[in-house]
């Protein structure tokens, strides 16, 4: 079955460390793959996308995400969290070559602490 | 750029109850998405439209549940008869063209008591 899986449910960590939040996706064609953030009774905020070209993407709010097809990984990363950054992560794919919808990994829940 | 709005943001009724829920999308995004999202889990697509063609349902969407998306630019999101377990929060996202990114609403919460 095709799926995304997100390894971390929580991870705390303390503001100006660097954070790493895990990925991996399960797909036999081209996938495209997503990282959105959530704050607290809103909506889904994209933070960065890959669809082709450079593995290593940018993204908003300094952080940035690999892509290794050998791995099936698409790991989020920032150098240095601040409290702002406390809210729930999720990762997404288009997993079906044309296919329209996202699947979502579960979440992960990041918690900066002071 | 006024964003996916969608209304009401938070909605209670009584279990049986019929409901409804409207997506804005993105002025001149052709697809529109709903998703289902329980508490403390992804996202869950529901359908997908393009223009006003409903393209891919997903098995989630019972029969009652219905979409509509009248010359392409509102949708509406109907359950009819509800149950308890359809409390969650439901998401409206929209898109352009070939791009596969999707621009997510604040969401609809719905309690069904």
């Known amino acids: 079955a095709q799926s995304v899986t997100q390894l971390d449910s929580q991870v705390p960590v303390f503001e100006e460390a660097p954070v790493e939040l895990r990925c991996n996706y399960s797909s036999s064609v081209s996938v495209y793959l997503f990282w959105y953030v959530q704050y607290p009774n809103q909506g889904l905020q994209l933070l960065l996308k890959?669809?082709?070209?450079?593995?290593l993407v940018k993204g908003i709010n300094g952080f940035e995400a690999e892509f290794n097809k050998s791995q099936t990984s698409f790991h989020l990363r920032k150098p240095s969290v601040h409290i702002s950054d406390t809210a729930e992560y999720f990762c997404?794919?288009?997993?079906?070559?044309?296919?329209?919808?996202?699947?979502f990994g579960q979440g992960t829940r990041l918690t900066i602490n002071p | 750029d006024t964003g996916v709005s969608q209304n009401p943001r938070h909605k209670i009724t009584k279990r049986g109850q019929n409901v409804t829920f409207r997506c804005d999308p993105i002025s001149e995004h052709n697809r529109l998405y709903w998703y289902r999202q329980t508490l403390g889990q992804g996202p869950e697509f529901l359908t997908y439209f393009q223009n006003e063609a409903q393209l891919e349902k997903s098995r989630l969407l019972s029969d009652r549940f219905s979409a509509e998306r009248p010359k392409g630019s509102f949708s509406t999101l109907e359950i009819q008869r509800t149950e308890q377990g359809d409390s969650a929060m439901y998401l409206c996202a929209s898109g352009q063209g070939a791009f596969y990114e999707q621009y997510f609403g604040p969401g609809t919460r719905l309690t069904v008591t």
């Open positions: 890959y669809l082709s070209g450079s593995t």
């Open positions: 997404a794919g288009s997993l079906i070559q044309g296919a329209q919808k996202l699947v």
